[in-house]
Nanobody
Framework: QVQLVESGGGSVQAGGSLRLSCAAS????????IGWFRQAPGKEREGVGA???????????YYADSVKGRFTISKDNAKNTVYLQMNSLKPEDTAMYYC????????????????????WGQGTQVTVSS
Protein backbone atom coordinates (compact mmCIF):
# COMPACT_ATOMS: atom_id res chain seq x y z
CA GLN A 1 0.00 0.00 0.00
CA VAL A 2 1.31 3.41 -0.97
CA GLN A 3 1.85 5.83 1.86
CA LEU A 4 3.27 9.33 1.96
CA VAL A 5 4.31 10.84 5.25
CA GLU A 6 5.26 14.49 5.62
CA SER A 7 7.35 15.88 8.43
CA GLY A 8 9.37 18.95 9.27
CA GLY A 9 6.69 21.53 9.77
CA GLY A 10 6.79 24.02 12.58
CA SER A 11 6.71 27.66 13.55
CA VAL A 12 9.29 30.16 12.38
CA GLN A 13 9.65 33.89 12.11
CA ALA A 14 9.51 35.68 8.79
CA GLY A 15 12.78 35.31 6.92
CA GLY A 16 13.45 31.92 8.45
CA SER A 17 13.75 28.51 6.86
CA LEU A 18 12.22 25.08 7.17
CA ARG A 19 12.77 21.82 5.35
CA LEU A 20 9.82 19.53 4.84
CA SER A 21 10.24 15.85 4.09
CA CYS A 22 7.95 13.48 2.24
CA ALA A 23 8.82 9.85 2.82
CA ALA A 24 7.25 7.24 0.59
CA SER A 25 6.54 3.61 1.23
CA UNK A 26 4.97 1.08 -1.06
CA UNK A 27 6.70 2.33 -4.21
CA UNK A 28 9.73 4.29 -5.38
CA UNK A 29 9.82 7.82 -6.70
CA UNK A 30 11.24 6.73 -10.03
CA UNK A 31 8.73 7.48 -12.79
CA UNK A 32 6.43 9.28 -10.40
CA UNK A 33 5.46 12.93 -10.15
CA ILE A 34 5.76 14.17 -6.59
CA GLY A 35 3.98 17.41 -5.85
CA TRP A 36 3.87 19.73 -2.89
CA PHE A 37 0.64 21.57 -2.14
CA ARG A 38 -0.48 23.88 0.61
CA GLN A 39 -3.75 25.07 2.01
CA ALA A 40 -4.15 28.12 4.17
CA PRO A 41 -7.22 28.61 6.37
CA GLY A 42 -10.17 29.76 4.29
CA LYS A 43 -8.32 29.29 1.02
CA GLU A 44 -8.21 26.65 -1.66
CA ARG A 45 -5.34 24.23 -1.83
CA GLU A 46 -2.65 25.38 -4.23
CA GLY A 47 0.34 23.78 -5.88
CA VAL A 48 3.75 24.80 -4.57
CA GLY A 49 5.96 22.71 -6.81
CA ALA A 50 6.55 19.26 -8.23
CA UNK A 51 9.39 17.06 -9.35
CA UNK A 52 9.76 14.12 -11.70
CA UNK A 53 12.82 11.90 -12.05
CA UNK A 54 14.15 11.51 -15.59
CA UNK A 55 16.79 9.23 -17.06
CA UNK A 56 20.29 9.50 -15.67
CA UNK A 57 19.05 10.48 -12.27
CA UNK A 58 18.12 14.01 -13.20
CA UNK A 59 14.82 15.65 -12.46
CA UNK A 60 12.40 18.11 -13.95
CA UNK A 61 11.04 20.46 -11.32
CA TYR A 62 8.31 23.06 -11.41
CA TYR A 63 7.48 25.84 -8.97
CA ALA A 64 4.63 28.20 -8.41
CA ASP A 65 5.54 31.80 -9.13
CA SER A 66 4.90 32.71 -5.50
CA VAL A 67 7.74 30.50 -4.26
CA LYS A 68 10.27 30.62 -7.11
CA GLY A 69 13.71 31.54 -5.84
CA ARG A 70 12.73 30.78 -2.24
CA PHE A 71 11.67 27.14 -2.25
CA THR A 72 13.64 24.20 -3.61
CA ILE A 73 12.52 20.62 -4.17
CA SER A 74 15.11 17.88 -3.95
CA LYS A 75 15.09 14.15 -3.45
CA ASP A 76 17.08 11.33 -2.00
CA ASN A 77 16.30 8.23 -4.03
CA ALA A 78 18.13 5.98 -1.59
CA LYS A 79 15.84 7.14 1.20
CA ASN A 80 12.77 7.38 -1.04
CA THR A 81 12.27 10.88 0.30
CA VAL A 82 11.49 14.20 -1.34
CA TYR A 83 12.31 17.46 0.39
CA LEU A 84 10.90 20.95 0.20
CA GLN A 85 13.48 23.46 1.37
CA MET A 86 11.74 26.71 2.21
CA ASN A 87 13.84 29.84 2.67
CA SER A 88 12.95 33.48 3.20
CA LEU A 89 9.60 32.44 4.59
CA LYS A 90 6.79 34.96 4.69
CA PRO A 91 3.63 35.05 6.82
CA GLU A 92 1.63 34.29 3.69
CA ASP A 93 3.44 30.94 3.45
CA THR A 94 1.53 29.84 6.55
CA ALA A 95 -0.48 26.76 5.60
CA MET A 96 -0.84 23.04 5.90
CA TYR A 97 1.60 21.49 3.46
CA TYR A 98 0.94 18.23 1.69
CA CYS A 99 2.91 15.99 -0.61
CA UNK A 100 1.15 13.97 -3.24
CA UNK A 101 2.03 11.56 -6.02
CA UNK A 102 0.86 10.11 -9.29
CA UNK A 103 2.57 7.64 -11.60
CA UNK A 104 3.43 9.73 -14.65
CA UNK A 105 5.50 12.72 -15.65
CA UNK A 106 4.44 15.93 -14.00
CA UNK A 107 3.97 18.09 -17.07
CA UNK A 108 4.24 21.84 -17.15
CA UNK A 109 0.48 22.36 -17.31
CA UNK A 110 -0.73 19.58 -15.05
CA UNK A 111 1.63 19.36 -12.10
CA UNK A 112 -0.51 21.76 -10.10
CA UNK A 113 -3.81 20.00 -10.79
CA UNK A 114 -4.93 18.26 -7.61
CA UNK A 115 -7.12 15.78 -9.43
CA UNK A 116 -4.09 14.26 -11.16
CA UNK A 117 -2.69 12.99 -7.89
CA UNK A 118 -3.64 9.57 -6.58
CA UNK A 119 -1.85 9.54 -3.25
CA TRP A 120 -1.68 12.17 -0.53
CA GLY A 121 0.07 12.54 2.76
CA GLN A 122 -1.59 13.72 5.95
CA GLY A 123 0.01 17.15 5.87
CA THR A 124 2.36 19.10 8.09
CA GLN A 125 1.65 22.57 9.46
CA VAL A 126 3.90 25.52 8.69
CA THR A 127 3.34 28.76 10.59
CA VAL A 128 5.32 31.89 9.79
CA SER A 129 5.02 34.83 12.16
CA SER A 130 5.83 38.42 11.30
Amino acid sequence: QVQLVESGGGSVQAGGSLRLSCAASGYTYIGVCIGWFRQAPGKEREGVGATYTIGGGGAITYYADSVKGRFTISKDNAKNTVYLQMNSLKPEDTAMYYCAAFAASCGRTRWSAEDKYDYWGQGTQVTVSS
